[in-house]
């Protein structure tokens, strides 16, 4: 493996469990959605995502209350919207704060960061959660306030996971050449497409805690496995 400078980690299925977002996340803003665009519909910043989320859907005249159902719909198809994904990281803010949970972390995580740390390397989050969304998930996660690990945060605004262009961009951001930098996901589409730009994988195969026999990718069932 050429020298590592930087890694670049998913959250969902990558540091974190997939049913964590889905059991607990998505029903948290599902719950709240309704009332929460009721209450802040008139913000600059919430009038922009609903706006955002009517012309994703090609909607050009809606009711609030037909987006709200569309974007009840999407949290229930776990769709990769730049705008629900938002609005969600607004909503989970409360949750966050009032202590209704935090955010899970595989046991070895918070470990294996802080020593990728202090050998030197960057650190850096893309997932399909809005920045603020990641920052609340690791300010408040189950390991402490992972924050301080980190030199960066990307989400759908750069592009979307599974398009070589969205690396490209990432690593242009970082400032390394694509060799230099891991990216671990839990999505072999999403690691395609970084492979594609040149950037370094490793595939999270947490579970089913089978491994392919001919991975695309190099896979590990968990951030210790990972040498660097
Ligand atoms: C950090 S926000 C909660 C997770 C989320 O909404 C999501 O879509 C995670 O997707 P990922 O790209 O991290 O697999
Ligand atoms: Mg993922």
Known sequence: MTTIRAVVTDIEGTTSSIRFVKDVLFPYARERLPAFVET?????EVQHWLHEAAKEAGIV????QEVIEMLLRWIDEDRKSTALKALQGMIWKDGYENGDYQAHMY???SARLHA???DGLHLYVYSSGSVPAQKLFFGYSEAGDLRPLFSGYFDTETGAKRERASYEKIAEAIGEQPGHILFLSDIVEELDAA??????TGWLLREPLTVPDAPRHPAYRDFDAIVL
């Open 107 to 109: 046991p070895e995580v």
């Open 195 to 200: 492979k594609a730009a040149g950037l370094q």
């Open 116 to 118: 990728w740390r202090a």
């Open 40 to 44: 802040h519909g008139d913000t600059p």
């Open 61 to 64: 005249e809606a009711s609030r």
